[in-house]
């Protein structure tokens, strides 16, 4: 059975659960109306009565708006996060955790990170199968943004030649991200740290000058200071894995004696197959670990998509609690409609016909605060994208779906079935009374 659902398409599947949630609305609907009109009569007290009715609809807009968008970012969040990891094929670590190396590559959080030897350097890159490795330096600051020491052939690799103005050439020159305040010719004083504990004088008088800025990549990368991996060495007073007589020289090959050490390789095979050896070759061993950088953040979608089900959930049931206050407030409403509805009883309408018309008013209401709820929703998906975005430093697409539609479909369908509390109340109640007031 699992297998004949996994088969059919995404779409085929997101149709069928929207009318699971649907079936309890249709049935209900289809037994209260059958062979009613109770239409006309709902559109009257629709507008007699609609500046209560707004306020309804409007409580129900931005319960289903909040709960619709918060699902939908963390569908974004995950595919920016996906994107942002895309350009990293294979990486090479000291033995530790590989998630905090992830983190600490990837998405350029500070985390210290044990040091490849040049011995080690030299055995990883020297493997017949590698077609492309970089080194990656970090630990430093400019202007707030994080410094990564590396080296030109990783630039190429990240932005595939997008730059305005030029790759370095020089120890002291540096190509900034699309999202750093930097313009070319700026001037940068390195610090030592990131943040609140940045430490300005640890590094003297070292000074980058920016010569290019990369593409905007939609990563955490667009508001980093990329500089040659020679220049955070000498900022920290440590060879610069060159022999002084090739002291001036900028990226690889280094000599494997005064390579002073790396957190971090990047490594990419001739073939898929060459990089899946690289991986089994390097993982595990006394010196290294390798991983994905996509397997890592699998098992992390693991623990989201549990957590997600829950924030489904509880969207879920937070809507279906709005729905009962708001129907609670309706019970009230009706007691508007009271004289109406025992009118309608004296003239000789079946007390069917009355349970119809509040619990299609119900129903409207619902309905049309769900709808409204998804336009809310497109606005404020775009809104909280923008900002998470910004604060992550990722780019974040989210575009409503089906499912975000089955989940408001979900809303109204449950709130359906509370609707019929204060429907049947009307059932019960005594004409005379009701036509008395």
Not at 7 to 21: F, H, I, K, M, Y
Not at 34 to 43: D, M, S, T
């Amino acid at each position: 059975m699992r297998d004949a659902w996994d088969s059919l398409p995404v779409l085929v599947q997101d149709g069928l659960v929207a009318l699971v949630w649907a079936l309890p609305l249709l049935v209900v609907g289809a037994l209260l109306l059958r062979g009613l009109a109770p239409w006309p009569l709902v559109r009257a007290l629709l507008v007699r009565f609609r500046v209560p009715v707004a306020l309804f609809v409007l409580l129900i807009a931005v319960s289903v708006g909040t709960g619709i968008s918060l699902v939908a970012l963390e569908r974004g969040l995950r595919a920016g996060t996906a994107r942002a990891a895309d350009p990293f094929d294979l990486i090479v670590a000291a033995p530790g955790s590989d998630i905090t190396a992830l983190m600490a590559t990837v998405f350029l959080q500070p985390s210290d990170m044990p040091l490849l030897d040049g011995a080690t350097w030299a055995e990883v890159t020297g493997h017949s199968a590698v077609a492309f490795a970089a080194p990656l330096a970090f630990g430093d600051s400019a202007g707030g943004a994080p410094v990564v020491g590396t080296t030109a052939n990783f630039l190429d690799h990240l932005t595939e030649g997008a730059i305005e103005g030029r790759v370095w050439t020089a120890h002291e020159e540096a190509v900034v991200g699309a999202d750093t305040p930097f313009a070319l010719g700026d001037a940068l004083h390195p610090a030592h740290g990131v943040g609140d504990f940045a430490d300005t004088e640890a590094h003297g008088d070292h000074e980058y000058r920016v010569v290019g800025r990369m593409a905007r990549t939609g990563s955490p990368w667009d508001r980093a200071v990329i500089v040659p991996i020679e220049t955070v060495w000498e900022a920290h007073d440590l060879p610069i894995g060159h022999v002084p007589a090739r002291a001036e020289q900028i990226g690889p090959p280094f000599d494997a004696a005064l390579f002073p050490g790396t957190p971090a390789i990047l490594l990419r095979g001739h073939t898929l197959a060459d990089t899946y050896g690289l991986r089994s070759a390097f993982q595990g061993t006394e010196e290294t670990m390798a991983f994905f950088p996509g397997t890592v953040l699998s098992r992390l979608y693991d623990v989201l998509g549990d957590m997600r089900q829950i924030v489904s959930v509880l969207t879920l049931v937070t809507q279906v609690l709005v729905a009962a206050a708001v129907l609670t407030g309706f019970a009230l409403l009706t007691r508007l409609i009271r004289r109406q509805m025992a009118l309608l009883r004296a003239l000789g309408a079946p007390a069917r016909f009355v349970v119809a018309v509040v619990w299609s008013l119900a129903v409207t209401l619902m309905a049309s605060g769900a709808a409204l709820g998804i336009v809310l929703a497109i606005g404020l998906v775009a809104v909280l994208a923008s900002i998470v975005g910004a604060r992550a430093g990722l780019a974040v697409d989210v575009t409503l779906g089906l499912p975000d539609v089955t989940l408001a479909l979900a809303f109204v369908s449950l709130a359906s079935l509370i609707a019929l509390l204060p429907a049947l109340s009307m059932r019960r109640q005594d004409i005379v009374a009701g036509l008395r007031g």
